[in-house]
């Protein structure tokens, strides 16, 4: 969360048919995140809403979003869909529907998610139970 919550409005680049974000990860490195058009439209819908002239992308209401902030913000939003998530949970299911769509595509998958290593990046690749169903009766 600490990724998303440190976005600065530089680090943004978005026009119509492109977009992406400058997400800085650990060791202070720089990485490039493509925005999908759905992406594009909800942060254009949600910039064209803000009247303020703050650095940071995401504003709480003392400032810059915090971890703590985004967190609360992920539990009141999955308590009100009756579904039992949090942060990690998202980038998860980020990282499965990914390899979901694009199989094998562990070095891509590690470039969006800011990992240096394809070990870490393995974690995301264990099927669910679904996934081993739909493998068995193929």
Known sequence: MAELCNLKMNNVAMS????????????????????VRE????????LSSRSDHERYLFIGQRGPLTDADAYEIVKKYAALAKINCHPHTLR??????YLRHNPGDLV?????????????????TMPTTEDLAERMEA
């Open 92 to 97: 998860h299911g980020f990282a499965t529907h």
């Open 39 to 46: 992406v594009r439209a909800a942060l254009a819908t949600y």
């Open 108 to 124: 891509g998958l590690a470039r969006l998610l800011g990992h240096e290593s394809l070990d870490t990046t393995a974690r995301y």
């Open 16 to 35: 119509e048919r492109k977009g992406e974000l400058h997400v800085q990860g650990k060791g202070e490195k720089f990485r490039v995140v493509p925005l």
